[in-house]
């Protein structure tokens, strides 16, 4: 059995340590927020948070993750109030939205890390998220917005 | 008379007590290291040579990049999605090294090799290979200034840092260096050891 740590509520899973941890996620515990895109670490429609940082997890096994805190897009906030939801809300990101829970979940690295982050920290941060329908500038606008709304919400 | 046994004996004395003082001076006999270095410029050139071919190769000169993105594949492309060098070598926001290259490789073709300290040379010591000519690339390795702070001792050692090894074990679909790691480790201490000789700098 394998303790792991999602979304701050305790698993107990009997599953390979070499699984995937986005197989993990989807098939065993039933969170499908994250998207299987490309398989090898291309796309980042499959990003998750592993100790904060922005892990692809469908090149990350289930042992990398133990004993660490996995937030997924379902965790990332209650009532989908994290200042990114919001400006995704707001400015109406997405289009068929199947990249955009990895987006979010880069994207809140970023912010996490710069309170302000200029379009050349955007581009640095996002470079990995693949947009096929190339929301990509909306996008940029939103994690703005979000980055103002943060703002307003510590002052 | 008198003076005469006493001004020998306090020479005698002195005498002595210079002989013991220099004889506990001797440091001949101490344990501090030094290292005796052969000079052998033909072998040392002759190894450089050998090992430039190594830290020229994909394996090792795509993480020793000219710009800030790190390279890619056996055509040394920039690295797939840009991601940048940052302070510490170890990429920026969420595109850290680690965030695709896991602990180990894992099994298929084109998955991220893996290393527990997969990086890049930080911002401050960017100690490139890319371009580098082999005169320029020997003096570079050689100066702490530029070679991430390392004396002789250190450097011999670095051929056997876990993150150098990990070009020979590069995952599924990558070649290996031209030299295997054991050919590799004995040109790099035949080179350091006959003298640290760079080669001639072409004119």
Known sequence: MIKLNINKKIYNLDADPEM???WVLRDVVGLIGTKYGCGVAQCGACVVHLDGEAVRSCVTKLS????KKVITIEGLSENHTHPLQQAWLELDVSQCGYCQAGQIMSAAVLLNENKKPSDQDI???????????GTYLRIREAIHLASEIQGKERS | M??????????STLILMVAVMAFSLD???SKAPFVVMKRDSIASVA??????????SPRCMNCHPAGDVPLQGDDSHLHAMLPKRGLEGKGKYAMKCANCHQPTNIAGLNKPPGHPNWHLPPADMKMVFQGKTANELAKQLLDPRTNGNKNMKQLIAHADDGLVKAGWNPGEGRTLPPLSHAAFKKAWIAWLSNGAYAPEAKK
């Open chain 1, 20 to 22: 995937p941890l986005l």
């Open chain 2, 47 to 56: 190894a450089f040579k050998k090992v430039y071919s190594v830290l020229m």
């Open chain 2, 27 to 29: 440091t001949s006999k």
């Open chain 2, 2 to 11: 008198k003076i005469r046994i006493r001004t020998f004996v306090v020479t």
């Open chain 1, 123 to 133: 581009d640095d941060a996002m470079a990995g998220n693949i947009c096929r329908c």
């Open chain 1, 64 to 67: 990398r993750a133990e004993g």
